[in-house]
């Protein structure tokens, strides 16, 4: 006999070598479904099956939905047609032929439904045929006849009632409505107009609640609301979603296996596009300083007043740029300009006092502005109106002074010969100004004698105050004229002081 206290090792060696074994095989096949490979086939075999199980899904759907349909055109035929021999057929030969059109036919011996009735009733033929209450048709009015009991108009068809009569053209009258969740809608009202046989029996009729009827009135509407399909009646749309899920999953993990594989790229990729980044903005930052740079050396060289640059860090402060206008201006080219302190441009006439002002004013690093005499390489003098001005380096020591030249020689000289000519009329003015003194004079006494002698008219009083006023006018002319005389005259007085004290 085998003991079973002996035998129970052994049961529970194979238990451990049965679990050892499961725990192997689940290893060995995560090792093969983590496997960027395996995943990428399986991913590619869901998306290559994606458009058949869409195709079936959908094939299912629309089956579904064409029985559905012939299941409903066939149930609203039958209808229509028992109905029809009902209500018509049977009723008429009941009564051997002698119909009787009237709303209440089944309570008449040969009755027939009429027109409004006969839309009414196949109403809830047309909402029976639609189990799932998704097309309605209503036969609606806002004259219903008085024994009939009818709901009342909602908004939709109030409104199409209202538009309809207003536009007696108008074919329809729609409403769609979306909603975020459920079924859409689609209502469809047209028009009811009565007809000549329409209006005689609505008018004659005892329960109709208006007599005034006409050929072409809206009666009232018929509407049909159609609304959405139901999700059940796709068929095999769970086979679908489903399969679109099991896609997702397989995306999620294809997703996690290469996002393993990109990690170890990521830290090389950001520390490469870190640098990247940093060459290209000091790629932008450099070229926008040359554009930048281009763009001002573009305007300063064809500026039309001159420019020029001093170094004020070297010895003597040289010249290290002059534009065209300058080398236009002072007739030195770039050449003898360029390395040279600006004193070139003094002569005999250049003031004095203007260069040490100019001096001081580069000592205390301040711009300044002034006109003086300079000359050109040929010895011709010009007037020049010179403004400097600092830049760069710190206050009151800069590294550069920049230099503008306006050539005003024919300003000055059209000023100078103005000055000249007004001077030159001083001997006429005064001449004036006595005589226009002696007028004023002989009028007061011309005044003076005539009113002594009493034989002073109102009209002579009147002549004489007026001239004595434009006397008065006049004299106050010629005193403003003499006193710009003598401005001119002590300003060439001045420029000629000063033309005789200039030297180098």
Sequence with gaps: MV??????????????????????WFSRGWRLV??????????????????????????????KQMELQADEISTLATGIRGYYADNVVARLQEANGQAVFTENYRDVHGGIPIPATLSIELGALFDSAHSDGRINYAFLSDYPFAKRDVPPLDGFETDALRAFRQDPELPRYVKL??????????????????????????????????????????????????????VDGFGQIGYLVGYVGLLGLVSVGATATFQRQNRLLLTTNDRLREGSRREVNLSDKLRQQVQELSLLGAVVENATFGVSIADMRQDDYPLIYVNEAFCRITGYPKEKASGFNCRFLRGPDTDPVTVSEIARAIREG?????????????????????????????????????????????????????????????????????????????????????????????????????????????????IEIQELIRKASVEQQSSARICEDRSI
């Design 366 to 478: 301040k711009s300044y502005s002034c006109e003086l005499i300079n000359y050109r390489l040929n010895g011709e003098k010009f007037w020049n109106r010179l403004t400097i001005y600092p830049f760069g380096g710190k206050p009151g020591k800069p590294d550069f002074y920049v230099g503008n030249q306006v050539d005003i020689t024919n300003i000055r000289i059209f000023n100078d010969s103005a000055a000249s000519q007004l001077v030159a009329l001083r001997p006429s003015i005064e001449s004036a100004a006595i005589q226009i003194s002696e007028a004023i004079s002989f009028a007061k006494k011309l005044r003076d004698q005539l009113f002594a002698q009493e034989s002073l008219t109102p009209d002579e009083d009147c002549f004489l105050a007026a001239e004595h006023s434009s006397l008065l006018d006049l004299q106050a002319s010629v």
């Design 34 to 63: 983590s496997k960027p490979a395996f995943v990428l086939v399986l991913l590619i075999v869901c998306l290559i099956g994606l458009p058949f199980v869409m195709a079936s899904s959908l094939s299912a759907a629309t089956v």
């Design 177 to 230: 409505e979306r909603p975020w969740l459920g079924r859409s809608t689609y209502r469809l009202a047209t028009p009811v107009l009565m007809r000549p046989a329409c209006v005689t029996c609505h008018n004659q009729h005892p329960d109709s609640p208006r007599k005034d009827w006409k050929v072409g009135d809206v009666r009232g509407i018929q509407e049909v609301t159609v609304r959405g399909i139901q």
């Design 3 to 24: 003991d079973p206290i002996r035998a129970q090792p052994s049961r529970s060696a194979a238990s451990r070598e049965s679990h050892l074994g499961l725990s192997s």
